[in-house]
């Protein structure tokens, strides 16, 4: 399978800072994977996103190294124009990235800056509606929303564009936990229906790592750790760089350790509360 | 601030005024603008306040249309003062003080039915450019943003003991001032978040960006629109022609 996202070396310093935001750093994501960006606060994550989808260095010029391609082109090379619609990027904050009074417009926003005719924009924004389940939120002002839809419709406008890489930077960050839910089944929903790839940044790894295929840790803009969520939740240098173990994780790897369970896959409450009543009876 | 938002700010309605094509209410309240600026008389005043009346009834907003009226009275009765207090003519100075309450119900009219979408339609029909409506769709945008943004700095500003209502007024400035370096820095976080965003939906991708929503004027909105400029046209000629001038 080819890759949609490589990053091979890639180095990028801002100008007014001394050290390089992120270094050396290097990976490639598989179509269709969804991928979560673990790290301590500084450590270049969003940097790394930004310089996904061309805000680094189109809108940030600095010392850049490297080299960033999506579906084979490289990033550095492409107008933000074209990079806007192979690279979707749902921000941390969504009442900063809806413009528009109406949900249907913002929805259409990017479709509107370029240029498509107004009857397949109507049937693009229609479709991203349904799909994020929308639609009935058409005509509501920004202000009327909840943080949890209000997400929904940022992410809309994104899927409006149709990306085939779509990269979320903290989104679960301002939710509450029942919606933070929501949207990482949203997330697994939409990769197993339209097959879109996701680079996911996230401290709330206890939701995602359910349905990532890969976790990957940065440390001071390098990558430090790479594999599969298990592989990387069950070495003990994880917490050494700030990653946030899911509680019932570190039940699992003591138990683990006694050989109590069995380390294949990351279980589930009801699944380690079943193995261990299973053990003891 | 009460005044601002009852007389100024969009509601959401469901009249046939609303539904009239946006550029038609901005005919219909310049029209009326125009006229209160001609009015000669405080029986062709009183003629038009009565008509914003019925044009307020029509479009279900009466009960604001009136408190913004009364609110505007009020102030006028300023200008009332000082008028007859210079000209100690007394209709002359109430034809002045009435006529400020007509000037701002044609406007309010026109801002009280008419949607931000609306808005930003008819800037386009005058071919601003793009950048200018823009900047003015997201100023509007965010007027309900910053006024919690506002409100929540100020409570968390006041439980760590800050007084906002004690002392004289210069003591009450200068207690603006924690609410305001907080506010601006939010408001640069907020821009440079909104540019990225922009720039991540290929804002400025082509000269003519597309809409999803087109505005058409229906016949009946140019019938609408023309029976306006008419009844102007009459009101105008009556004015002059017909009716009687009390005073020069
Ligand atoms: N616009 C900028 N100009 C200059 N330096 C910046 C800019 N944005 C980020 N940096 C610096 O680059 C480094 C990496 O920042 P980045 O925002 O990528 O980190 P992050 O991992 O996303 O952090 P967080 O978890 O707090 O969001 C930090 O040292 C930061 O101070
Ligand atoms: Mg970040």
Not at chain 1, 7 to 21: C, E, I, M, N, Q
Request: proline share 5%.
């Amino acid at each position: 399978m080819s890759d949609i996202l490589e990053v091979k070396g890639l180095s990028f310093r801002y100008p007014d800072s001394t050290r390089r935001a992120v270094a050396d750093f290097d990976l490639s994501v598989p179509q269709g994977e969804i991928v979560v960006l673990a790290g301590p606060s500084g450590c270049g994550k969003s940097t790394l996103l930004r310089a996904v989808n061309g805000l680094v260095p189109h809108m940030y010029s600095g010392e850049y190294g490297g080299e960033v391609k999506v579906g084979g082109v490289a990033v550095k090379d492409s107008s933000m124009r074209d990079l806007a619609q192979r690279v979707g990027f749902l921000f941390q904050n969504p009442e900063n990235q809806i413009f528009m009074f109406t949900v249907e417009r913002d929805v259409a926003f990017g479709l509107e800056n370029l240029g498509v005719p107004r009857e397949e924009m109507r049937t693009r924004v229609d479709e991203a509606m349904r799909l994020l389940d929308i639609s009935d939120l058409a005509q509501r002002a920004p202000h009327e929303l909840s943080d949890g839809q209000k997400q929904r419709v940022a992410l809309a406008g994104v899927l409006a564009m149709r990306p085939q890489l779509v990269i979320l930077d903290e989104p679960t960050s301002l939710l509450d936990p029942k919606t933070a839910a929501e949207l990482v089944a949203l997330v697994a929903r939409l990769r197993r229906e339209l097959g879109t790839t996701f680079v996911v940044v996230e401290h709330r790894l206890d939701l995602l790592v359910k349905v990532a295929d890969r976790l990957v840790v940065m440390n001071e803009g390098r990558k430090v750790m790479e594999g599969t969520p298990r592989d990387v939740l069950f070495r003990d240098e994880a917490e050494s760089y700030g990653v946030a173990v899911p509680a019932i994780t570190q039940v699992q790897k003591m138990l683990a350790k006694d050989r109590l369970v069995p380390t294949s896959g990351l279980m589930t409450p009801a699944e380690l509360a079943a193995a261990v009543g299973g053990g003891s009876r | 601030m009460m005044w601002l938002s009852g007389g100024f700010v969009f509601r959401r309605g469901t009249s046939r005024y609303h539904r009239l094509d946006p550029r038609v209410k901005l005919l219909i309240s310049v029209l009326m603008f125009v006229t209160t600026l001609i009015v000669r008389s405080l029986y062709e005043l009183a003629f038009v306040l009565a008509f914003m009346v019925a044009v307020a009834a029509v479009a279900t907003v009466l009960r604001r249309v009136l408190r913004t009226m009364m609110l505007t009275a009020l102030f006028s009765a300023f200008i009332f003062a000082v008028n007859f207090i210079v000209t100690g003519n007394l209709e002359m100075s109430l034809l002045y003080s009435l006529r400020f309450v007509a000037i701002v119900v044609s406007t309010s009219l026109f801002f009280i039915t008419t949607s931000p979408d609306e808005l930003e339609q008819v800037m386009k029909t005058f071919r601003l450019p793009r950048d200018v409506v823009f900047a003015f769709v997201t100023a509007v945008r965010f007027i309900p943003v910053m006024l919690l943004d506002t409100i929540q700095i100020m409570d968390a500003q006041k439980s760590r003991g800050l007084e906002l209502e004690k002392g004289n007024i210069f003591r009450r400035v200068r207690n603006m001032i924690p609410i305001l370096i907080p506010l601006v820095v939010n408001s640069v976080v907020r821009s440079g978040e909104l540019a990225e965003a922009m720039e991540s939906r290929a804002y400025g991708a082509v000269p003519q960006p597309t809409s999803l929503v087109e505005y058409r004027s229906s016949l009946a909105d140019k019938a609408v629109a023309a029976a306006a400029v008419v009844t102007f046209a009459l009101v105008a000629y009556s004015f002059y022609y017909v009716l009687p001038v009390h005073f020069p």
